[in-house]
């Protein structure tokens, strides 16, 4: 069973930089983390979840246009972990972050719209002077 955990979430100044991290264990035997569609969503308090980025199969990437040019997703599958590097943070950028991951080997393109199946518990991120 596919288990999500992030991690480096803490409290950053404005213009400041954060890395989370998104360990995945339980993935199928055999099958590395290229076979599946990894995103990071956050959701604020009284808002909606909110979809960040994605990376794909193939590493194809996609993200929000609220945090395009700021934030990056990445990879290191030797590790079964997901990155986002967040620079330039803004009091904006205050949430709880999650990391979601869905098996699927055959498309090359990833979606930052909450259609996955398996979600980690969430990062705290306060950006605040």
Same mark, same amino acid.
């Given at each position: ?23 995945? *264990? ?10 599946? #569609? %990894?995103? =990071?969503?956050?959701?604020? +308090? ?41 620079? *330039? ?10 990391? #979601? %991951?869905? =098996?699927?080997?055959?498309? +090359? ?21």
């Amino acid at each position: 069973q596919l288990q999500v955990v992030e991690s480096g979430g803490g409290l950053a100044q404005p213009g400041g930089s954060l890395r989370l991290s998104c360990v995945v *264990s339980g993935l199928r035997p055999g099958y590395g983390l290229n076979f599946y #569609a %990894i995103a =990071w969503f956050r959701q604020a +308090p009284g808002k909606e979840r909110e979809g960040l980025s994605c990376i794909s199969t193939t590493g194809s990437t996609n993200y929000a246009d609220s945090v395009k040019g700021r934030f990056t997703i990445f990879r290191d599958s030797a590790k079964n972990t997901v990155y986002l590097q967040m620079n *330039s943070l803004k009091p904006e950028d205050t949430a709880v972050y999650y990391c #979601a %991951i869905n =098996w699927n080997p055959r498309s +090359p393109v990833c979606t930052i719209q909450p259609r996955y199946d398996n979600w980690g518990q969430g990062t705290q991120v306060t950006v605040s002077s």
